[in-house]
């Protein structure tokens, strides 16, 4: 199994700046976060609620997220919002503290609320795919829910952002019910969150060395894989010019694209493990209730 696109290095985009931002467009700009990145919209004098951060990082990340925003904004320079592509444990970690120090509204897809305000915990992980040590941990990992409700709201369902003019959200459902991509027409740029990813986030050392490459979504937190093809197709579809994934460096160009297609083609073959617990029966929305799956759960 190939599990990944090898991609030309020519396709990194963007220079590492202050406080770790990569800045890949004048107005887009990611931050790398241990394991998983964080993306902030907004022209660096966009002043305060201005901007819009997409994602918030592992636990513990509030402090660089808003150092980031300091260096990249100016002090005192809070978002007018905060979308999430998804509700995994890797890009909520400083959701709520930011929210309450913030005061901000938050955005997910409609499908993706009831693991952001307590209803729902996630699917267990399937640590048999993947073959890498954070495949391994995942069955550690929390499955929420964490319960953000006070802010948080449906994206709007005509495909639209607050906040965010010439940006559309695209439903990329596979990974998780609700899963989003943002999109920008006029420069092709394509935020993915894990619906496709440039790194192999299954195996901590490629967390680390992150050299470019073109993945599906991280196969331990997968549960539906047909419906993550036809979402990869549909990115593909796009064209993209600039890629930011949730895990591994932006990628941008021709280099880019073509990977894109061979992992949309050849989805089956490099995305989708050979055998593992949700390959032939994706896990249901919605049958999850909180607590239901004990964490010792290793079926
Ligand atoms: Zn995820
Ligand atoms: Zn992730």
């Given at each position: 199994m190939a599990q990944q696109v090898p991609v030309e290095p020519q396709a990194i985009a963007g220079e590492v700046e202050d406080a770790g931002l990569h800045e890949v467009a004048n107005d887009v700009a990611y931050q790398r976060l241990a394991i998983v990145n964080v993306v902030y919209l907004g022209t660096?004098?966009?002043?305060?609620?201005?901007w819009v951060l997409i994602d918030a990082g592992v636990i513990g990340s509030a402090a660089s997220i808003e150092a980031a925003a300091r260096e990249r904004f100016g002090a005192n320079s809070r978002p007018s919002a905060i979308v999430m592509t998804h509700g995994h444990f890797d890009h909520v970690g400083a959701l709520e503290d930011l929210a309450s120090r913030w005061s901000v509204p938050i955005y997910a897809h409609e499908l993706e609320l009831p693991y952001l305000d307590g209803r729902s915990s996630y699917p267990p992980a399937d640590p048999s795919v993947g073959g890498g040590l954070m495949s391994t941990m995942s069955r550690f990992y929390p499955r929420g829910p964490i319960d953000v409700g006070r802010w948080l709201h449906a994206l709007p369902s005509d495909g639209t952002i607050p906040g965010l003019r010439d940006w559309q959200w695209i439903a990329t459902p596979g990974?998780?019910?609700g899963h989003v991509s943002l999109w920008r027409e006029s420069d092709r740029a394509l935020i993915a969150g894990d619906a496709v990813?440039?790194?192999?986030?299954?195996s901590a050392y490629a967390v680390l060395t992150q050299k470019p490459e073109l993945h599906g979504p991280?196969?331990?937190?997968?549960?539906?894989w047909e419906s993550a093809r036809r979402s990869a197709e549909r990115l593909d579809q796009l064209e993209p010019e600039l890629l930011i994934t949730g895990h591994g460096p932006a990628m941008h160009g021709e280099a880019m694209r073509s990977a894109l297609h061979t992992l949309a083609r050849d989805f089956n073959q490099?995305?989708?493990?050979?055998?593992?617990?949700?390959?032939?029966k994706p896990a249901g929305v919605g049958q999850h209730p909180a607590g239901s799956f004990p964490s010792s759960h290793s079926g």
């Open positions: 660096p004098d966009a002043g305060d609620r201005g990974h998780s019910p990813i440039t790194t192999a986030q299954e991280p196969m331990y937190f997968t549960p539906d490099v995305a989708v493990p050979t055998q593992g617990r949700y390959v032939d």
